[in-house]
Every structure is written in C-alpha cells, then in structure tokens.
C-alpha cells in the first residue's frame, strides 16, 4: 500500500508543478491547499530537498523550487525514497531481496509468481514521471 508519506510527497511536488510561475511555494501553502499535515509535510519536504529533489529559499517570500527538471523525477523514485521497496514480498524485491523464510523452492513458488508478475506489471506505470499523472 502507497504510506501517506509517498502520496503527500507526490501531491506536494505535482502543486509545485501546476504552481511554477509563483515558485517558491511555501510549505503552508502547499499545505493548506492540499489539506496535508504542516509538520508532516515539513518533514517531506526535508526529505525531498535531501535527495536533490527540491531546493529552498529563505526569505519572507521563500518556499521550495525543483533542481531536477520535474519531467525526469519519476513516481517509482519518489515511492521508493519515502517507502523504500516496491515489491509486496521480500523475495520479490529488486533492490531489497530477501528469501522468504518458509520458502521451500523460490523457482516452483507459486505465490512468489504472482507478486514477481505484479511487478513487472507495476514498475513501468510507476517509471513514468509526475508530470504525467
């Protein structure tokens, strides 16, 4: 399940990006337009401008802009900063691999089949941008 943290983070950069003309965006602007926790929203934005993501500005008039260009940061990244891995299953994982415990044949597992096919079918609509949602 998508945590609210990846989703407000999403929400966040797509107001900034529907907002460019008036960057920078405040967080209490972002945060009273999109009826996100201010405090929770002030800790995404850490996290986002940590990772190069966005940028701030100090200043009575200051807010948060992008330094990447927003067509290149993607919705798979943005998810896997705020939530870590994709996969539903440990074993499923690309970049978090872990064999299941109970686990008797990875190659004959059925259940591991079905997420492994979920992913596959998952990734490439998380590998599009957020300005094309």
């Known amino acids: ?6 989703k407000y983070a999403i929400k966040a950069l797509l107001y900034i990006y529907d907002h460019h003309d008036q960057v920078p965006i405040s967080v209490k602007e972002i945060s009273e337009a999109k009826k996100i926790p201010y ?7 850490n996290i986002l401008k940590q990772n190069r993501i966005i940028k ?13 260009d927003p ?10 900063m705020m939530d870590g891995p ?4 440990t074993c499923t994982s690309e970049n978090f691999y872990e064999k299941c415990e109970e686990c008797i044949d990875e190659d004959t597992c059925r259940v591991r089949k079905i997420f492994l096919d979920l992913r596959a079918q998952m990734i490439p609509v998380l590998e599009r941008s957020i300005i094309e949602l």
Do not use: N
């Open 1 to 6: 399940m998508l945590s609210r943290k990846a």
């Open 39 to 45: 405090k929770f929203l002030e800790s995404i934005m």
């Open 56 to 68: 701030s500005h100090r200043g009575p008039k200051g807010g948060y802009s992008f330094v990447m």
């Open 71 to 80: 067509k290149d940061i993607t919705v798979v990244t943005i998810v896997r």
């Open 86 to 89: 994709i996969a539903l299953t």
